[in-house]
């Protein structure tokens, strides 16, 4: 497990800054918008405290945090309309919960497949990424 003090999650730093935009404070975990969108409307949800995985968690607190991921999917379905929402939980390499949220459109990169990580295609203006929150924030 990494260390808290090393955590873009836990630190709030410039790495956590160049990847992705804070949408909202939920209940037990914070909502992201990833800058990079090749997926539109491409959100993630980080768990409040520095936990490597789901099941270090007590029946309550997972219940909490799926609760969060359900209702920020539920707002990017209503903002953006995919038509499925891809579910990534990884953590190899950055041991801090958080649930990447890349909708997917049958028209669009990668349907039918597994989301890019991170392809580096597409990343938008600051009015953009506005926008992309407003209609998320709308709907939490």
Known sequence: MSDPKDCLYCQQNETLRSLMIE???LSVSTAFLFKEQTYHGRCLVAYKDHVNDLNE???E???AF??????V???MNKA???VKINYGAYSDKLSHLHFHLAPKYVDG???GGTFVMNPGRVYLS???????IEQVKQYL
Request: hydrophobic content about 35%.
């Open 23 to 25: 949408i909202a404070p």
């Open 57 to 59: 968690l007590s029946d």
């Open 61 to 63: 607190e997972r219940n």
């Open 66 to 71: 799926m609760a969060d991921v359900a209702c």
């Open 73 to 75: 999917t539920r707002a």
């Open 80 to 82: 953006f309309t995919p």
């Open 109 to 111: 990169p990668d349907y």
């Open 126 to 132: 600051d009015e953009e990424y506005a926008s992309l």
